[in-house]
């Protein structure tokens, strides 16, 4: 430990951060998770990143590699472990203005680029928070406002700088290690750590954006009225229907029209104004780096329980049923239901590691309190998801709080994984990329089935 340790202090040209240290209390913790690491590295090259990967094997610690820190499960800290935090490397920059080809930093968060794309007239489809790493929610995926016209976050990237396992750097793209580029569009990060992402941006004008309430009385006809408008809306428009906490709450429907021209976004949104009663609109033109909200960060003490799944067509009535009934309960856990389809539907299934093309809709349940709070939610929690079990599938990593056997396998099918073992295989055999949504590099799968 003492040479690796002297090794990495004299390699390292970043901020060393240690408990006792001025900056570690709030240095040690996720967004949503208390840890105790025993060295927080902040990196200010690719340089530290391959020095730091270096300490963490040599001195035998479990690593942590944090973007924007707001995974649900706590990746992005540990106890007695390195975490490599990559906040400082939050470069954004247009590289080819003629493609609108855009280098982010693997540390920048999704306002970053949204500030930065804004002056140009350009965005990427992204997720829905300001605070959220660029580089965590696009390598699980990325639905945000803009997902049924230009698919997922991880669809707009066309290369990656990747520091693997050896510390090497490597490129990933589709001429260039193109079974790593594959892994990393939605198989995690268990291959090693992007320092640097090109994404694709696009154009955009300002954007329709805001919320129609109706009350909760109506969810058994609004939820399936605006899935059925969806099906066939313009891909132009995105929505999440949101509800929770009883039968006064309202049923929120949370829209984002990509475009400037009023006639035809109120084309696509005015259909469900029609669902039912309206109690409030706020539909409002505006930037769309105003979309994103900013993230919360809750006091100590609080805990998230939070679990996702997809839906495909012909269960979207049933599971809507169920979901309206469970949110008119007085202890009802948070509920969103977000639209996908569109472009992401439109990627073979096979060109990225995102395994659930298919899928109409994704969901969350997501319940937050104290410890006994939680634990108190969780026998209604369990007896929902069993109702839903026979109706829904898979699960959208950046919305899950655990990193079970069951997670993995319902995030990966068993063909997904198999191809990402191989890869993991190749560039990390030791499994140092543990701390996540883990691929493993034996030759094994997950939930008691065998490869």
């Given at each position: 430990?003492?040479?690796?340790?002297?090794?990495?202090r004299r390699d390292f040209g970043g901020d060393i951060i240690e408990p006792g240290g001025a900056d570690y209390e709030s240095a040690a913790r996720s967004v949503l998770a208390s840890g105790d690491p025993a060295y927080v590295l902040r990196p200010k090259s690719v340089g530290d990143v391959q020095a730091g990967i270096g300490f963490a094997t040599h001195a035998g610690l479990s690593l942590s590699v944090r973007g924007g820190g707001h995974g649900f499960a706590g990746f992005g800290t540990n106890d007695d472990g390195v975490v490599i935090d990559l906040g400082t490397l939050a470069n954004v920059e247009i590289i080819d203005k003629e493609r609108h080809l855009v280098r982010i930093g693997g540390g920048a968060t999704w306002g970053q680029v949204a500030a930065a794309l804004a002056p140009h007239g350009l965005a990427i489809s992204s997720g829905d928070t300001k605070g959220v790493g660029v580089g965590g929610l696009t390598l699980t995926g990325g639905i945000g406002w803009k997902v049924r016209k230009y698919g997922l976050a991880l669809d707009s990237?066309?290369?990656?700088?990747?520091?693997?396992?050896?510390?090497?750097?490597?490129?990933?793209?589709?001429?260039?290690?193109?079974?790593?580029?594959?892994?990393?569009?939605?198989?995690?990060?268990?291959?090693?750590?992007?320092?640097?992402?090109?994404?694709?941006?696009?154009?955009?004008?300002?954007?329709?954006?805001?919320?129609?309430?109706?009350?909760?009385?109506?969810?058994?006809?609004?939820?399936?009225?605006?899935?059925?408008?969806?099906?066939?809306?313009a891909e132009e428009l995105t929505s999440i229907a949101a509800f929770a906490g009883g039968p006064e709450a309202p049923i929120e429907i949370y829209v984002a029209f990509d475009g400037d021209d009023p006639q035809r976004a109120a084309q696509a949104i005015d259909p469900i104004r029609r669902l039912g009663t309206v109690i409030d609109d706020d539909i409002a033109l505006k930037p769309y780096a105003d979309t994103l909200v900013d993230g919360m960060?809750?006091?100590?003490?609080?805990?998230?329980v939070t679990r996702s799944a997809f839906v495909?067509?012909?269960?979207?009535?049933?599971?809507?049923?169920?979901?309206?009934?469970?949110?008119?309960?007085?202890?009802?856990?948070?509920?969103?239901?977000?639209?996908?389809?569109?472009?992401?539907?439109?990627?073979?299934?096979?060109?990225?590691?995102?395994?659930?093309?298919?899928?109409?809709?994704?969901?969350?349940?997501?319940?937050?309190g104290p410890k006994p709070v939680v634990e108190a939610a969780r026998p209604a929690l369990e007896a929902l998801w069993g109702r839903l079990a026979p109706h829904v599938n898979g699960a959208?990593?950046?919305?899950?709080?655990?990193?079970?056997?069951?997670?993995?396998?319902?995030?990966?099918?068993?063909?997904?994984?198999?191809?990402?073992?191989?890869?993991?295989?190749?560039?990390?055999?030791?499994?140092?990329?543990?701390?996540?949504?883990?691929?493993?590099?034996?030759?094994?799968?997950?939930?008691?089935?065998?490869?």
């Open positions: 430990m003492s040479s690796a340790l002297e090794t990495l990237v066309v290369a990656a700088e990747v520091v693997t396992a050896s510390g090497e750097l490597v490129q990933a793209s589709a001429k260039e290690n193109p079974e790593l580029f594959w892994a990393i569009r939605g198989g995690g990060g268990s291959f090693g750590i992007v320092t640097a992402f090109e994404f694709l941006a696009h154009p955009t004008t300002d954007v329709f954006h805001g919320k129609i309430a109706f009350p909760a009385s109506e969810a058994a006809t609004v939820l399936p009225g605006w899935a059925d408008h969806l099906r066939t809306a960060t809750p006091p100590p003490g609080i805990r998230f495909d067509e012909e269960s979207v009535g049933e599971v809507l049923r169920i979901l309206a009934g469970v949110g008119a309960l007085e202890r009802s856990p948070f509920i969103a239901v977000r639209s996908v389809g569109g472009a992401v539907s439109r990627v073979p299934d096979a060109a990225t590691a995102y395994a659930h093309r298919r899928a109409e809709l994704m969901f969350v349940t997501a319940t937050a959208y990593a950046n919305f899950l709080d655990s990193a079970t056997e069951e997670d993995v396998a319902a995030i990966y099918p068993a063909e997904t994984y198999r191809r990402l073992a191989a890869v993991k295989r190749q560039y990390d055999p030791g499994n140092l990329f543990a701390r996540n949504h883990n691929i493993r590099p034996q030759e094994a799968l997950r939930a008691g089935e065998a490869v």
